[in-house]
């Protein structure tokens, strides 16, 4: 993953609108992991943003870090294994399809590949 201002798409450097929207253009349809500021992060194909920094993701899955319980669980049964070590614990994940981003929540993007 790479940050989405160094993804392949050349950052505009002079050019006003025209260039911005060509290099938003670039990103259409690619894979996004949008994060979020409660920790939630979002991947999915980019198909529209606007003026405030909405974001429009279609074919989208929601992650979530584990509940306290679930951390707690894992770190039984590794106890129980007689493992050493740190306990590795999945996040959560659900689809959620077609979604909105409100930009104001948005606190890092990345481009997938």
Known sequence: MAAVAAAGV???TAGGVAAA?????GYLNS?????????RMFVGQLKCTDNERNI???MTNEY??????DVDLAA???EER??????KVDMKKRFVGLIVIPGRYITRMEVEG
């Open 31 to 39: 894979t996004l992991h949008i994060h979020i500021t409660d920790g």
């Open 64 to 69: 979530r870090q584990p509940s306290k319980q």
């Open 56 to 58: 429009i993701l279609a």
């Open 82 to 87: 007689g493992a050493s070590g740190n306990v």
């Open 21 to 25: 929207e060509e290099y938003l253009v």
């Open 10 to 12: 050349p950052a505009p």
């Open 76 to 78: 039984l049964r590794h």
